[in-house]
């Protein structure tokens, strides 16, 4: 039975399995943020003419029931404060099927939502307050996200130095749990065959044994 090795296939799987380790806690953070943020961003945007637009008669403009952000503009890389959030609306609100990205509006870049997709200016002043909560909902994320990456990041770093499981193992014994299961499986029938040939030689005495079977060839059993 060959060793379990760690291959690119293997290695890929056990960091997928890392990184999944945080999956709870990444969909609660990400989910972390109050229940408000839709309607207050809805009415930053449309200020100058939710008025207007609630004057049209219904099927004039579209309707959204979630307001999907993705961040402010910046032109640092990777933008600090450019997580995407889909935030929920408390019923549906009317939107044009076209905005452009003028003052007006308060948003940045491709001034064209027709994914109702909304990236802010960071200079307009409308933004202030909620750049400020938006600004720790990112922090919050970048550590958790930089948590795993690290954490990724130090299991690659084992499995580089070990190029068999065995040892890596030894070395750091919960990457078991991170490992698939039929690499799991592999490694115990490894690992059980070599206890039953170390029990073999508690019973025999597996160097007479082949001593005995070498000279019979020679002497051809006489």
Same mark, same amino acid.
């Given at each position: ?22 999956? $709870? @806690?990444?969909?609660?953070?990400? /989910?972390?943020? =109050?229940? +408000? ?5 809805? %009415?930053?945007? !449309? ?64 001034? $064209? @939502?027709?994914?109702?997709?909304? /990236?802010?200016? =960071?200079? +307009? ?5 909620? %750049?400020?909560? !938006? ?88």
């Amino acid at each position: 039975m060959a060793t379990v090795r760690f291959s690119d296939d293997l290695r890929d799987n056990v960091l997928k399995n890392a990184k999944n380790l945080f999956a $709870n @806690r990444l969909d609660t953070a990400l /989910k972390n943020f =109050p229940d +408000d943020w839709g309607m207050r961003v809805y %009415k930053l945007i !449309y200020r100058d003419h939710m008025d207007t637009m609630a004057k049209l008669p219904a099927g004039y403009l579209d309707t959204i029931t979630r307001l999907q952000l993705t961040g402010f503009s910046s032109q640092v890389s990777p933008n600090p404060l450019g997580r995407a959030v889909e935030m929920p609306m408390p019923t549906g609100m009317p939107i044009p099927q076209r905005i452009e990205d003028t003052p007006i509006h308060g948003l940045a870049d491709s001034g $064209n @939502r027709y994914n109702r997709d909304y /990236k802010l200016n =960071p200079f +307009d002043d409308r933004w202030n307050e909620f %750049k400020a909560e !938006y600004t720790v909902y990112c922090e919050r994320l970048d550590k958790l996200f930089d948590e795993r990456d690290k954490f990724a990041d130090s299991v690659n770093l084992i499995m580089n130095t070990y190029s068999t499981l065995a040892p890596a193992l030894k070395a750091w014994p919960p990457l078991w749990d991170l490992i698939p299961a039929d690499k799991q499986e592999r490694h115990k029938e490894v690992v059980e065959r070599k206890k039953k040939d170390i029990q073999l030689e508690n019973v025999v005495d597996l160097n007479s044994m082949t001593a005995v079977s070498a000279m019979a060839k020679l002497t051809g059993g006489k």
